[in-house]
């Protein structure tokens, strides 16, 4: 079984940086990919960003693109979010996600992930 836990949300803002990190339970982490979505109240859960299992390869929403990088530790268990440039549109609960993916897969649909963490707040003032 995969457990997720993230961490590093907090109340910043706007403008201001705050780093995520996803610490990922088991010893096959560097098979899966990993992906970050946000759900904001009153809204549907949305994607944010992948990385593959290797780390080589990854994918934004247009919305972050520029302003926010994903990236992993294979030797620490560890997917990070780093969030710069925040804007109060950013205000939502992030969930990390792990999927069993192939070298170089990435994916940007909330479906194909087979675990969650139990998300972590983030909230940006104007």
């Known amino acids: 079984q995969v457990q997720l836990v993230a961490s590093g949300g907090g109340l910043v803002q706007a403008g201001g940086s705050l780093r995520l990190s996803c610490a990922v339970s088991?010893?096959?982490?560097?098979?899966?990919?990993m992906g970050w979505f946000r759900q904001a109240p009153g809204k549907e859960r949305e994607f944010v960003a992948t990385?593959?299992?290797?780390?080589?390869?990854?994918y934004y929403a247009d919305s972050v693109k520029g302003r926010f990088t994903i990236s992993r530790d294979n030797a620490k268990n560890t997917v990070y979010l780093q969030m710069n440039s925040l804007k109060p549109g950013d205000t939502a609960v992030y969930y990390c996600?792990?999927?069993?993916?192939?070298?170089?897969?990435?994916?940007?649909?909330?479906?194909?992930?087979?675990?969650w963490g139990q998300g972590t707040q983030v909230t940006v003032s104007s």
């Open positions: 996600a792990a999927v069993l993916g192939r070298t170089g897969q990435i994916f940007f649909r909330a479906r194909s992930y087979d675990y």
């Open positions: 990385i593959s299992s290797s780390g080589r390869s990854t």
């Open positions: 088991g010893r096959t982490f560097s098979s899966y990919a």
